[in-house]
């Protein structure tokens, strides 16, 4: 474990949808869930977002029970994370365009419809996956958050996402979450449309992960434990 370096945490600046003004940002779990794994592990991990500063959590991922129990999520582990040394960390962070990529070994997406609005056009953003999957380095994203692999291409030119079995929030689950109105495109589409093999759960909002080489991907926030676990073992390997 002593050789391993830290892991890049990587979430949103979007506060609403553009549409139609919803409060959005990140989806709590999928930050705190994947922390308390690799936490727990030892390792060390830093947040930074596209723009860098504030990041924003949306209300819902606070507040509604109803898909709390639909996902089978537990306040237990958010509830560890309410203090003020771990949530300062959300108030300013690093800017992606600034990070340096070769004091990591991951990065992870994290998910929230924020992301939808300002992953998938960042290039700075592109440009730093890109540079970890081309050094053998793990990418991992979970529920919306692949939209930051819609637009990574290599250095060969094809996307990063070509022929690679993946998962990420589903249509399905954008209706039954009554957003696919309020989205400005449907994950599940964008990814089969640049060459990815879209795998998903028979079941809406329970635990999907998809391991392919150094990408790992989980379907929504009931994935955020077990994408962590996917990604310390490979870490371990």
């Known amino acids: 474990m002593s050789t391993i370096k830290k892991v890049l945490i990587v979430v949103t600046n979007s506060?609403?949808?553009?549409?139609?003004?919803?409060?959005?940002?990140?989806?709590?779990s999928e930050l705190?869930?994947?922390?308390d794994v690799l936490e727990k592990a030892g390792l060390t991990m830093?947040?930074?977002s596209p723009a860098g500063g504030y990041v924003p959590i949306d209300p819902?991922?606070?507040?509604?029970?109803?898909?709390?129990?639909?996902?089978?999520l537990k306040d237990a582990v958010n509830k560890r994370y309410e203090d003020r040394a771990f949530m300062d960390q959300l108030k300013n962070t690093q800017c992606v365009a600034e990070v340096d990529a070769?004091?990591?070994e991951a990065i992870y997406l994290t998910g929230g419809h924020g992301v939808m609005f300002d992953f998938a056009n960042n290039e700075a953003l592109a440009g730093l996956i890109a540079e970890f999957y081309e050094n053998n380095k793990i990418v991992a994203a979970v529920c919306?958050?692949?939209?930051?692999?819609?637009?990574?291409?290599?250095?060969?030119?094809d996307y990063l996402?070509?022929?690679?079995?993946?998962?990420?929030?589903?249509?399905?689950?954008?209706?039954?979450?009554?957003?696919?109105h309020a989205v400005p495109f449907s994950l599940q589409d964008e990814l089969a449309q640049r060459g990815a093999h879209y795998e998903k759960a028979l079941i809406p909002f329970t635990e999907?992960?998809?391991e392919d080489g150094l990408l790992i991907t989980g379907q929504n926030p009931k994935s955020a434990h077990a994408v962590g676990q996917a990604v310390l073992s490979r870490l371990n390997s």
């Open 46 to 48: 830093d947040i930074a």
């Open 102 to 104: 070769s004091q990591y």
């Open 144 to 157: 919306h958050g692949p939209c930051g692999l819609l637009n990574v291409k290599l250095s060969s030119g």
């Open 208 to 210: 999907k992960v998809v």
């Open 32 to 35: 705190t869930h994947f922390w």
């Open 15 to 28: 506060a609403e949808f553009e549409k139609v003004g919803y409060r959005t940002g990140l989806w709590l």
């Open 60 to 72: 819902e991922s606070l507040l509604m029970p109803e898909l709390i129990q639909m996902t089978g």
């Open 161 to 180: 996402i070509k022929d690679k079995k993946l998962t990420g929030f589903s249509w399905k689950e954008e209706q039954l979450a009554k957003r696919d």
